[in-house]
């Protein structure tokens, strides 16, 4: 019971977090607070792990590095996908990269779900547009700052909830293949390869053929440093 709670203070205090790397990203506008590096220089001043929160930072990090937000686009939010794989791998005491590899990915896969619940947000914001015009004109309706309030509110919500969800069931997921004996531990798994892999974001965030060109060579470089033949 004890480690049941202990696992969800930890999942609310993360919840926590996520909310605040949200109104960053989509309330407030406070650049660079909600990305994975932020994060993981947070996490590590307070845990002192910082192999692990490095390691995961820079991953997420440079696996989101091409998307931008930018008019109707809403690009995943890398900020969640280390805040549910560092505390996840922590729990489970996954600290190699083949160990952490599944866990990372479930959360990718998080972030690009609250991506999904970001856009049906402003969606349903679409309907405040019209009380708050009448507001504006005198009439009945919603003022713009009690609009961007409740806005606030909803997206704080949403956020807590989307985390809460996506933390326990990933948990549960881990702990079933883990009961089963069917945890896949990658052995030929390495960090580089997981950086090399993450790599691919940077590569399509230079939008550029000549650095696209001289970033695929300096790729197969590392790739036959890190796979040497013999």
């Known amino acids: 019971m004890n480690c049941f709670f202990e696992f969800l203070m930890t999942g609310s205090l993360y919840a926590?977090?996520?909310?605040?790397?949200?109104?960053?990203?989509?309330?407030c506008i406070i650049g660079l607070l909600d990305r994975p590096l932020f994060l993981a220089l947070v996490a590590g001043?307070?845990?002192?792990?910082?192999?692990?929160?490095?390691?995961?930072?820079?991953?997420?990090e440079l696996c989101w590095l091409d998307v931008i937000e930018l008019g109707s686009v809403v690009p995943p939010y890398a900020g969640l996908?280390?805040?549910?794989?560092?505390?996840?791998?922590?729990?489970?005491?996954?600290?190699?990269?083949?160990?952490?590899?599944?866990?990372?990915?479930?959360?990718?896969?998080?972030?690009?779900?609250?991506?999904?619940?970001?856009?049906?947000?402003?969606?349903?914001?679409?309907?405040?547009?019209?009380?708050?015009?009448?507001?504006?004109?005198?009439g009945r309706g919603v003022s713009p700052g009690k609009a961007v309030?409740?806005?606030?509110?909803?997206?704080?919500?949403?956020?807590?909830?989307?985390?809460?969800?996506?933390?326990i069931l990933i948990a549960a997921g881990l702990s079933v293949l883990m009961e089963q004996d069917a945890f896949p531990v990658l052995d030929g798994m390495t960090w580089p390869v997981l950086y090399t892999m993450a790599l691919l974001g940077a590569l399509l965030s230079l939008r550029t053929r000549q650095a696209c060109v001289v970033l695929a060579g300096a790729l197969v470089f590392l790739s036959l440093l890190i796979f040497p033949h013999g």
């Open 149 to 167: 309030v409740m806005s606030g509110l909803r997206r704080a919500t949403e956020q807590a909830f989307i985390y809460i969800v996506s933390y």
């Open 45 to 60: 001043s307070c845990t002192a792990d910082w192999s692990l929160t490095l390691s995961l930072g820079i991953i997420t």
């Open 81 to 138: 996908s280390f805040l549910l794989a560092y505390p996840l791998c922590r729990h489970f005491a996954l600290h190699n990269a083949g160990q952490v590899f599944l866990p990372l990915l479930f959360s990718l896969f998080a972030a690009c779900l609250a991506a999904r619940c970001e856009r049906y947000h402003r969606s349903v914001l679409n309907g405040a547009i019209a009380p708050v015009t009448k507001a504006c004109f005198g």
């Open 16 to 27: 926590f977090f996520f909310v605040l790397a949200g109104a960053a990203r989509s309330t």
